[in-house]
């Protein structure tokens, strides 16, 4: 099944005691690209996210945002400086026993002594914190997917309808042709009979002429190459497979014969066919770069 480069999938999960929220949504572009916004103590997630996402998606530009709330456990460790908690009691010690003073010192009081109390990081378990972030990263991974697949089949189905109308086209195109030169010969017919009158005419130079005009127009190579050109994308809109960049060769061709046929075509109604198979190689363009 073919899958659309748009998508877009959210999760939101206590894990570890970390409220970790993972969003991944991407857009079409020529080849991967990946950016992440992280939390900023977090940004050792970024490659192994990066690495995470790369065998799912092969084009597309993707953008991941990971927000982490620690919530069972504190993030920061704080430490008492007792030697000179120690110091600043035997000072208050010999203060009140040298001028006979109330020794009433009270926790609060050291409390706002600077430089007692030191804050700093929990060391952080990477592994730890990457395992919680992939279990979130792979539900919003499914959600993700399921969204590129479902656009996916919208896509092939587009296709398809167009490819049916292209093929319509090219029947019509192929069963006019050889009324075209059956045209051409009866009017080169009559317009010799009008200019010679009586005069004999050689039907050899006749049918010689409309050789030269049936080889001129002829468009039966053109119209086959279409026509496997046809059944080779449907087989890629089957296929498993990124196929995008496959497709967008195909096209090219596409575009090539209805372009060799456009300029053969000496009947109206085969130019009017012609611009039409134009017209749905277009949208089929315009669609298939959505197609990874």
Sequence with gaps: MIKSMTGYGRSQMLVDGMNITVEVKSVNHRYFEFSSRLPRSYGFLDEKLKSFFMGKLTRGKMECYVQIET???????????HPLVKGYLDAYKELAETYGLENDVKVSDISRVSDIFSIRKQAADEDKIWAAVQTVAEEALNGFVSMREREGSRLRDDVLSRLETILDNVSFIEERSPETVKEYNEKLL???????????IEEQRILTEAAIFADKIAVAEETVRLRSHISQMRGFLDSSEAVGKKMDFLIQEFNREANTIGSKAQDVEIARRVVAIKAEIEKIREQIQNIE
């Design 71 to 81: 919530v069972e456990e504190p993030d920061t460790i704080i430490s008492v400086n």
């Design 190 to 200: 009559g317009r010799l009979r009008e200019l010679l009158a009586d005069t004999h």
